[in-house]
Protein backbone atom coordinates (compact mmCIF):
# COMPACT_ATOMS: atom_id res chain seq x y z
CA UNK A 1 0.00 0.00 0.00
CA UNK A 2 1.11 3.51 -0.58
CA UNK A 3 0.57 5.64 2.44
CA UNK A 4 0.83 9.34 2.24
CA UNK A 5 1.80 10.79 5.86
CA UNK A 6 3.61 12.70 7.87
CA UNK A 7 6.01 10.83 10.32
CA UNK A 8 5.09 12.90 13.56
CA UNK A 9 1.03 13.09 12.92
CA UNK A 10 -0.17 11.13 15.63
CA UNK A 11 -3.57 8.98 12.98
CA UNK A 12 -0.83 8.27 10.23
CA UNK A 13 1.41 6.64 12.71
CA UNK A 14 -1.68 4.79 13.60
CA UNK A 15 -2.40 3.30 10.00
CA UNK A 16 1.62 2.28 9.73
CA UNK A 17 1.12 0.18 12.90
CA UNK A 18 -2.07 -1.21 11.20
CA UNK A 19 -0.56 -1.89 7.91
CA UNK A 20 2.42 -3.70 10.29
CA UNK A 21 0.13 -5.67 12.05
CA UNK A 22 -1.55 -7.12 9.06
CA UNK A 23 2.08 -7.95 7.49
CA UNK A 24 0.95 -5.22 4.81
CA UNK A 25 3.84 -3.43 2.83
CA UNK A 26 3.94 0.08 2.86
CA UNK A 27 5.61 2.80 0.67
CA UNK A 28 5.46 5.41 2.57
CA UNK A 29 5.08 9.02 1.14
CA UNK A 30 5.43 12.72 2.86
CA UNK A 31 2.40 14.78 2.47
CA UNK A 32 3.77 18.28 3.28
CA UNK A 33 0.34 18.93 3.50
CA UNK A 34 0.21 22.92 4.33
CA UNK A 35 1.60 23.02 0.68
CA UNK A 36 -1.82 21.97 -0.63
CA UNK A 37 -0.05 20.24 -3.38
CA UNK A 38 -2.93 20.08 -6.37
CA UNK A 39 -2.71 16.54 -6.89
CA UNK A 40 -3.35 15.85 -3.32
CA UNK A 41 -6.48 18.32 -2.82
CA UNK A 42 -7.87 17.15 -6.22
CA UNK A 43 -8.30 13.66 -4.88
CA UNK A 44 -8.84 14.42 -1.20
CA UNK A 45 -10.47 17.74 -0.62
CA UNK A 46 -10.35 17.59 3.17
CA UNK A 47 -6.46 16.71 3.04
CA UNK A 48 -7.54 14.59 5.23
CA UNK A 49 -3.93 12.59 6.07
CA UNK A 50 -3.33 9.37 6.25
CA UNK A 51 -4.27 9.06 2.50
CA UNK A 52 -4.02 5.53 1.25
CA UNK A 53 -4.16 3.53 -1.82
CA UNK A 54 -4.39 -0.01 -2.13
CA UNK A 55 -2.65 -1.07 -5.23
CA UNK A 56 -4.02 1.01 -7.79
CA UNK A 57 -7.46 1.72 -6.28
CA UNK A 58 -8.05 4.13 -3.19
CA UNK A 59 -7.57 6.82 -1.51
CA UNK A 60 -8.93 5.49 1.43
CA UNK A 61 -8.95 8.95 3.36
CA UNK A 62 -8.60 8.97 7.08
CA UNK A 63 -6.91 6.54 9.57
CA UNK A 64 -9.82 5.42 11.31
CA UNK A 65 -11.75 4.45 7.50
CA UNK A 66 -8.62 2.55 6.61
CA UNK A 67 -8.79 0.35 10.02
CA UNK A 68 -11.74 -0.82 8.75
CA UNK A 69 -10.50 -1.34 5.49
CA UNK A 70 -7.57 -3.45 6.49
CA UNK A 71 -9.40 -5.46 8.77
CA UNK A 72 -12.39 -5.82 5.95
CA UNK A 73 -10.01 -7.19 3.19
CA UNK A 74 -7.13 -8.45 5.46
CA UNK A 75 -7.95 -9.36 9.09
CA UNK A 76 -8.60 -13.01 8.23
CA UNK A 77 -5.00 -13.01 6.99
CA UNK A 78 -3.46 -11.61 9.99
CA UNK A 79 -1.86 -13.93 12.31
CA UNK A 80 -3.14 -14.42 15.49
CA UNK A 81 -6.45 -12.97 16.37
CA UNK A 82 -8.35 -9.96 14.69
CA UNK A 83 -7.56 -6.15 16.12
CA UNK A 84 -11.98 -5.58 15.80
CA UNK A 85 -13.26 -7.95 18.25
CA UNK A 86 -16.53 -9.90 16.93
CA UNK A 87 -18.91 -8.89 19.94
CA UNK A 88 -21.03 -5.65 18.86
CA UNK A 89 -20.72 -3.95 22.01
CA UNK A 90 -16.94 -4.46 21.89
CA UNK A 91 -16.27 -3.24 18.52
CA UNK A 92 -18.55 -0.44 19.42
CA UNK A 93 -15.56 0.07 22.50
CA UNK A 94 -12.67 -0.21 20.38
CA UNK A 95 -14.42 2.55 17.89
CA UNK A 96 -14.84 4.81 20.67
CA UNK A 97 -11.64 4.51 21.73
CA UNK A 98 -10.07 4.85 18.20
CA UNK A 99 -11.89 7.96 17.89
CA UNK A 100 -10.87 9.17 21.20
CA UNK A 101 -7.02 8.92 20.27
CA UNK A 102 -7.70 10.17 17.01
CA UNK A 103 -9.98 13.01 17.38
CA UNK A 104 -10.19 13.84 20.81
CA UNK A 105 -6.48 13.57 22.29
CA UNK A 106 -5.30 14.58 18.87
CA UNK A 107 -7.12 17.84 19.22
CA UNK A 108 -6.36 18.37 22.72
CA UNK A 109 -3.00 16.93 23.57
CA UNK A 110 -0.80 15.29 20.60
CA UNK A 111 -2.25 17.92 17.42
CA UNK A 112 -1.60 21.11 19.57
CA UNK A 113 2.09 19.46 21.08
CA UNK A 114 3.89 18.07 18.15
CA UNK A 115 2.34 21.57 15.74
CA UNK A 116 4.26 23.81 17.98
CA UNK A 117 7.13 21.93 18.51
CA UNK A 118 7.57 20.50 15.31
CA UNK A 119 5.50 20.71 12.51
CA UNK A 120 5.71 24.80 13.00
CA UNK A 121 9.44 25.04 12.11
CA UNK A 122 9.16 23.06 9.28
CA UNK A 123 6.19 25.16 7.83
CA UNK A 124 7.19 27.84 6.29
CA UNK A 125 6.08 31.32 8.10
CA UNK A 126 3.74 32.26 5.04
CA UNK A 127 1.97 29.13 5.65
CA UNK A 128 1.63 29.48 9.18
CA UNK A 129 4.66 27.95 10.59
CA UNK A 130 6.96 29.89 13.01
CA UNK A 131 7.47 30.40 16.34
CA UNK A 132 5.74 28.08 19.13
CA UNK A 133 2.59 29.86 20.84
CA UNK A 134 3.68 28.69 24.58
CA UNK A 135 0.15 29.48 25.54
CA UNK A 136 -1.03 26.45 23.51
CA UNK A 137 1.89 24.40 24.56
CA UNK A 138 1.03 24.98 28.52
CA UNK A 139 -2.98 23.88 28.07
CA UNK A 140 -2.05 20.72 25.83
CA UNK A 141 0.27 19.38 28.37
CA UNK A 142 -2.43 20.34 31.28
CA UNK A 143 -4.69 18.13 28.98
CA UNK A 144 -1.78 15.25 28.92
CA UNK A 145 -1.84 14.91 32.55
CA UNK A 146 -6.04 14.17 32.63
CA UNK A 147 -5.67 11.79 29.48
CA UNK A 148 -2.90 10.02 31.10
CA UNK A 149 -5.63 9.67 34.49
CA UNK A 150 -8.13 8.54 31.94
CA UNK A 151 -5.72 5.79 30.15
CA UNK A 152 -4.62 5.15 33.81
CA UNK A 153 -8.17 3.84 34.54
CA UNK A 154 -8.34 1.87 31.38
CA UNK A 155 -5.17 0.23 31.49
CA UNK A 156 -5.33 -0.56 35.53
CA UNK A 157 -9.38 -2.30 35.07
CA UNK A 158 -8.43 -3.86 31.67
CA UNK A 159 -5.91 -6.31 29.96
CA UNK A 160 -5.53 -3.91 27.31
CA UNK A 161 -7.63 -0.55 26.74
CA UNK A 162 -10.77 -1.69 25.14
CA UNK A 163 -10.79 -5.34 27.09
CA UNK A 164 -9.18 -8.04 27.49
CA UNK A 165 -7.85 -8.47 23.69
CA UNK A 166 -5.18 -6.33 22.21
CA UNK A 167 -7.34 -4.04 19.64
CA UNK A 168 -7.05 -1.56 17.40
CA UNK A 169 -7.71 0.89 20.48
CA UNK A 170 -3.96 -0.28 21.51
CA UNK A 171 -2.51 0.79 18.67
CA UNK A 172 -4.54 4.60 18.42
CA UNK A 173 -3.43 5.17 21.75
CA UNK A 174 0.00 4.07 21.17
CA UNK A 175 0.58 6.46 17.89
CA UNK A 176 -0.75 8.95 19.57
CA UNK A 177 1.59 8.72 22.90
CA UNK A 178 4.50 7.90 20.66
CA UNK A 179 4.89 11.30 19.23
CA UNK A 180 4.31 12.94 22.77
CA UNK A 181 6.74 11.27 24.30
CA UNK A 182 9.55 11.41 21.15
CA UNK A 183 9.45 14.89 22.46
CA UNK A 184 9.49 14.24 26.34
CA UNK A 185 6.22 15.45 26.78
CA UNK A 186 4.64 12.51 28.42
CA UNK A 187 3.66 12.46 31.61
CA UNK A 188 4.35 8.78 32.83
CA UNK A 189 4.53 10.25 36.46
CA UNK A 190 0.85 10.78 36.18
CA UNK A 191 0.14 7.03 36.36
CA UNK A 192 2.22 4.20 36.13
CA UNK A 193 -0.14 2.01 34.81
CA UNK A 194 -0.20 4.15 31.94
CA UNK A 195 3.51 3.37 31.69
CA UNK A 196 3.01 -0.50 32.02
CA UNK A 197 0.93 -0.97 29.37
CA UNK A 198 2.89 1.15 26.59
CA UNK A 199 6.18 -0.60 27.57
CA UNK A 200 4.32 -4.17 26.09
CA UNK A 201 2.68 -2.32 23.13
CA UNK A 202 6.49 -0.74 22.25
CA UNK A 203 8.17 -4.01 22.35
CA UNK A 204 5.80 -5.73 19.53
CA UNK A 205 7.58 -5.30 16.32
CA UNK A 206 5.59 -3.23 14.54
CA UNK A 207 6.30 -0.43 16.86
CA UNK A 208 9.95 -0.67 15.56
CA UNK A 209 10.04 1.57 12.67
CA UNK A 210 7.71 4.43 14.82
CA UNK A 211 11.11 4.56 17.13
CA UNK A 212 13.40 5.32 14.38
CA UNK A 213 11.66 7.81 12.83
CA UNK A 214 13.41 11.46 13.34
CA UNK A 215 12.14 14.65 13.05
CA UNK A 216 14.53 17.33 10.54
CA UNK A 217 15.21 19.70 13.21
CA UNK A 218 14.21 18.18 16.68
CA UNK A 219 16.38 15.47 18.18
CA UNK A 220 14.16 12.83 20.01
CA UNK A 221 13.97 12.66 24.09
CA UNK A 222 16.97 10.18 25.10
CA UNK A 223 14.58 7.43 26.41
CA UNK A 224 12.49 7.24 23.12
CA UNK A 225 13.99 4.12 21.58
CA UNK A 226 14.56 2.75 24.92
CA UNK A 227 12.11 -0.72 25.68
CA UNK A 228 12.41 -0.30 29.28
CA UNK A 229 12.47 3.27 30.16
CA UNK B 1 -32.93 2.09 21.94
CA UNK B 2 -32.71 4.45 24.18
CA UNK B 3 -30.78 7.66 22.53
CA UNK B 4 -29.24 10.71 24.80
CA UNK B 5 -29.34 13.30 22.13
CA UNK B 6 -29.87 17.01 21.21
CA UNK B 7 -32.22 17.78 18.57
CA UNK B 8 -30.31 20.56 17.38
CA UNK B 9 -27.22 18.61 17.40
CA UNK B 10 -26.43 17.05 13.46
CA UNK B 11 -25.07 14.15 14.71
CA UNK B 12 -27.17 13.23 16.48
CA UNK B 13 -30.20 13.84 14.14
CA UNK B 14 -28.20 11.44 11.94
CA UNK B 15 -28.42 8.85 14.18
CA UNK B 16 -32.19 9.06 14.40
CA UNK B 17 -32.21 8.79 10.83
CA UNK B 18 -30.36 5.88 10.89
CA UNK B 19 -32.50 4.37 13.69
CA UNK B 20 -35.28 5.49 11.51
CA UNK B 21 -34.47 3.78 7.91
CA UNK B 22 -33.93 0.40 10.03
CA UNK B 23 -37.52 0.82 11.17
CA UNK B 24 -35.72 0.20 15.00
CA UNK B 25 -37.77 2.13 17.72
CA UNK B 26 -36.60 5.32 19.13
CA UNK B 27 -36.78 6.66 23.06
CA UNK B 28 -35.09 9.67 22.86
CA UNK B 29 -33.73 11.59 26.03
CA UNK B 30 -32.71 15.05 26.09
CA UNK B 31 -28.94 15.73 27.39
CA UNK B 32 -28.23 18.59 28.57
CA UNK B 33 -24.77 18.19 28.25
CA UNK B 34 -23.83 21.62 29.59
CA UNK B 35 -24.72 20.27 32.84
CA UNK B 36 -22.37 17.26 33.00
CA UNK B 37 -24.36 14.93 34.43
CA UNK B 38 -22.73 12.55 37.24
CA UNK B 39 -24.58 9.56 35.16
CA UNK B 40 -23.65 10.79 32.09
CA UNK B 41 -20.21 11.79 32.13
CA UNK B 42 -19.59 8.39 34.30
CA UNK B 43 -20.50 6.41 31.55
CA UNK B 44 -19.32 8.38 28.16
CA UNK B 45 -16.31 10.39 29.75
CA UNK B 46 -16.00 12.33 26.43
CA UNK B 47 -19.40 13.09 26.85
CA UNK B 48 -20.00 12.03 23.00
CA UNK B 49 -23.59 12.99 21.36
CA UNK B 50 -25.74 10.78 20.87
CA UNK B 51 -25.24 8.38 23.27
CA UNK B 52 -27.39 4.77 22.68
CA UNK B 53 -28.67 1.93 24.16
CA UNK B 54 -29.49 -1.00 23.29
CA UNK B 55 -31.58 -2.82 25.99
CA UNK B 56 -29.68 -2.97 28.54
CA UNK B 57 -26.70 -2.76 26.66
CA UNK B 58 -24.30 0.24 26.27
CA UNK B 59 -23.57 2.56 25.57
CA UNK B 60 -22.65 3.36 21.97
CA UNK B 61 -20.64 6.48 21.67
CA UNK B 62 -21.32 8.69 18.43
CA UNK B 63 -22.88 8.93 15.29
CA UNK B 64 -20.46 7.01 13.29
CA UNK B 65 -19.72 3.59 16.12
CA UNK B 66 -23.76 4.13 16.12
CA UNK B 67 -23.65 3.59 12.08
CA UNK B 68 -21.83 0.81 11.74
CA UNK B 69 -23.77 -0.96 15.20
CA UNK B 70 -26.81 -1.02 13.32
CA UNK B 71 -25.50 -1.98 9.81
CA UNK B 72 -23.78 -5.28 11.15
CA UNK B 73 -26.49 -5.88 14.04
CA UNK B 74 -29.73 -4.84 11.86
CA UNK B 75 -28.62 -4.36 8.38
CA UNK B 76 -29.67 -7.62 6.82
CA UNK B 77 -33.14 -6.69 8.30
CA UNK B 78 -33.72 -3.25 6.31
CA UNK B 79 -36.50 -3.51 3.93
CA UNK B 80 -34.48 -2.62 0.37
CA UNK B 81 -30.74 -2.23 0.59
CA UNK B 82 -28.48 -1.62 2.80
CA UNK B 83 -27.05 1.59 3.54
CA UNK B 84 -23.10 1.05 3.61
CA UNK B 85 -22.49 -0.76 0.14
CA UNK B 86 -20.72 -4.51 -0.46
CA UNK B 87 -17.64 -2.86 -2.16
CA UNK B 88 -14.78 -2.03 -0.11
CA UNK B 89 -13.56 1.12 -1.45
CA UNK B 90 -17.35 2.03 -2.06
CA UNK B 91 -17.16 1.79 1.95
CA UNK B 92 -14.27 3.79 2.40
CA UNK B 93 -15.99 6.48 0.34
CA UNK B 94 -19.34 6.12 2.81
CA UNK B 95 -17.46 6.33 6.06
CA UNK B 96 -15.18 9.22 4.12
CA UNK B 97 -18.33 11.29 3.85
CA UNK B 98 -19.69 10.12 7.01
CA UNK B 99 -16.91 11.75 8.64
CA UNK B 100 -16.86 14.88 6.52
CA UNK B 101 -20.07 16.17 7.67
CA UNK B 102 -19.96 14.74 11.29
CA UNK B 103 -16.94 15.98 12.11
CA UNK B 104 -15.71 18.60 9.36
CA UNK B 105 -19.04 20.06 8.23
CA UNK B 106 -19.84 20.40 12.30
CA UNK B 107 -16.81 22.11 13.49
CA UNK B 108 -16.92 24.84 10.31
CA UNK B 109 -20.62 24.92 9.60
CA UNK B 110 -23.62 23.19 11.69
CA UNK B 111 -21.73 23.02 14.96
CA UNK B 112 -21.16 27.16 15.01
CA UNK B 113 -24.01 27.83 13.72
CA UNK B 114 -26.46 25.74 15.85
CA UNK B 115 -24.26 27.02 18.97
CA UNK B 116 -24.37 30.50 18.65
CA UNK B 117 -28.30 30.67 17.85
CA UNK B 118 -29.54 27.82 19.49
CA UNK B 119 -27.14 26.72 21.86
CA UNK B 120 -26.23 29.92 23.85
CA UNK B 121 -30.03 30.94 24.65
CA UNK B 122 -30.50 27.31 26.34
CA UNK B 123 -27.14 27.23 28.15
CA UNK B 124 -26.84 28.91 31.49
CA UNK B 125 -24.75 32.27 30.99
CA UNK B 126 -22.06 30.77 33.59
CA UNK B 127 -21.99 27.29 31.73
CA UNK B 128 -20.96 29.30 28.67
CA UNK B 129 -24.49 30.67 27.53
CA UNK B 130 -25.20 34.01 26.27
CA UNK B 131 -25.16 36.27 23.34
CA UNK B 132 -24.56 35.04 19.55
CA UNK B 133 -20.58 35.61 18.14
CA UNK B 134 -21.20 37.66 15.52
CA UNK B 135 -17.41 36.73 13.81
CA UNK B 136 -18.05 33.03 14.65
CA UNK B 137 -21.33 33.23 12.74
CA UNK B 138 -19.62 35.23 9.56
CA UNK B 139 -16.81 32.63 9.15
CA UNK B 140 -19.64 29.44 9.42
CA UNK B 141 -21.69 31.08 6.70
CA UNK B 142 -18.43 31.40 4.17
CA UNK B 143 -17.74 28.12 5.25
CA UNK B 144 -21.34 26.89 4.13
CA UNK B 145 -20.67 28.64 0.77
CA UNK B 146 -17.61 26.65 0.40
CA UNK B 147 -19.24 23.33 1.76
CA UNK B 148 -22.74 23.92 -0.70
CA UNK B 149 -20.39 23.55 -3.89
CA UNK B 150 -18.02 21.07 -2.66
CA UNK B 151 -21.73 18.87 -1.82
CA UNK B 152 -22.80 20.42 -5.34
CA UNK B 153 -19.95 18.87 -7.11
CA UNK B 154 -21.09 15.22 -5.58
CA UNK B 155 -24.47 15.81 -6.35
CA UNK B 156 -23.67 16.70 -9.90
CA UNK B 157 -21.33 13.80 -11.01
CA UNK B 158 -23.19 11.35 -8.85
CA UNK B 159 -26.62 9.89 -8.25
CA UNK B 160 -26.33 10.11 -4.32
CA UNK B 161 -23.30 11.97 -2.76
CA UNK B 162 -21.32 8.23 -2.06
CA UNK B 163 -22.27 7.00 -5.64
CA UNK B 164 -25.11 5.37 -7.29
CA UNK B 165 -26.35 4.09 -4.22
CA UNK B 166 -28.64 5.53 -1.55
CA UNK B 167 -26.28 5.38 1.34
CA UNK B 168 -25.74 6.95 5.33
CA UNK B 169 -23.31 9.11 3.56
CA UNK B 170 -26.78 11.47 2.14
CA UNK B 171 -28.23 10.81 6.15
CA UNK B 172 -25.53 12.52 7.52
CA UNK B 173 -24.83 15.26 4.85
CA UNK B 174 -28.97 15.43 5.00
CA UNK B 175 -28.96 15.73 9.29
CA UNK B 176 -26.31 17.99 8.84
CA UNK B 177 -28.45 20.41 6.41
CA UNK B 178 -31.11 20.56 8.01
CA UNK B 179 -30.02 21.78 11.43
CA UNK B 180 -28.47 24.87 9.41
CA UNK B 181 -31.90 24.71 7.00
CA UNK B 182 -33.42 25.49 10.50
CA UNK B 183 -32.38 28.65 11.05
CA UNK B 184 -32.68 29.39 7.41
CA UNK B 185 -29.00 29.98 7.24
CA UNK B 186 -28.79 27.45 4.20
CA UNK B 187 -27.38 28.84 1.18
CA UNK B 188 -29.23 27.29 -1.32
CA UNK B 189 -28.80 29.61 -4.45
CA UNK B 190 -25.20 28.86 -3.97
CA UNK B 191 -25.86 25.62 -5.69
CA UNK B 192 -28.77 24.12 -6.92
CA UNK B 193 -27.85 20.49 -7.51
CA UNK B 194 -27.86 20.47 -3.48
CA UNK B 195 -31.37 21.66 -3.13
CA UNK B 196 -32.28 19.03 -5.65
CA UNK B 197 -30.83 16.20 -4.08
CA UNK B 198 -31.92 17.50 -0.23
CA UNK B 199 -35.58 17.59 -1.77
CA UNK B 200 -34.91 14.18 -2.49
CA UNK B 201 -34.12 12.99 1.10
CA UNK B 202 -36.27 15.60 2.71
CA UNK B 203 -39.35 12.89 1.38
CA UNK B 204 -38.28 10.38 2.86
CA UNK B 205 -40.48 9.06 5.70
CA UNK B 206 -37.45 8.92 7.99
CA UNK B 207 -36.82 12.63 7.92
CA UNK B 208 -40.53 13.41 9.25
CA UNK B 209 -39.45 13.51 12.29
CA UNK B 210 -36.97 16.18 11.89
CA UNK B 211 -39.17 18.16 10.39
CA UNK B 212 -41.71 18.58 13.45
CA UNK B 213 -38.48 19.45 15.54
CA UNK B 214 -38.77 23.32 17.23
CA UNK B 215 -36.45 24.60 19.63
CA UNK B 216 -37.36 25.95 22.77
CA UNK B 217 -36.38 30.01 21.77
CA UNK B 218 -36.25 29.93 18.18
CA UNK B 219 -39.14 29.53 15.48
CA UNK B 220 -38.02 27.30 12.16
CA UNK B 221 -37.64 28.97 9.01
CA UNK B 222 -40.94 29.52 7.16
CA UNK B 223 -40.00 26.64 4.26
CA UNK B 224 -38.53 24.48 6.91
CA UNK B 225 -41.08 21.68 6.87
CA UNK B 226 -42.20 22.06 2.99
CA UNK B 227 -41.20 19.58 1.03
CA UNK B 228 -41.08 21.85 -2.17
CA UNK B 229 -39.11 24.75 -0.85
Avoid at 20 to 45: G, K, M, S, T
Avoid at 178 to 183: E, G, I, K
Amino acid sequence: MIVHHHPFLAPCRFARLVLAEHALEQELVVEPFWDERPQFVAVNPGMTLPMAFDGDRGPICGAAVLMEYVDERYGDGRPGHRLMPADPFHRAEVRRLVNWFTQKFEDEVSGPIVTERILKLEIPNKKGGGAPDSSALRIARQNAVSHFHYIGSLAMSRNWLAGDQFTFADLAAGAALSVVDYLGEAPWQADPAVKAWYQKLKSRPSFRPLLSDKARLVAPAPHYADLDF
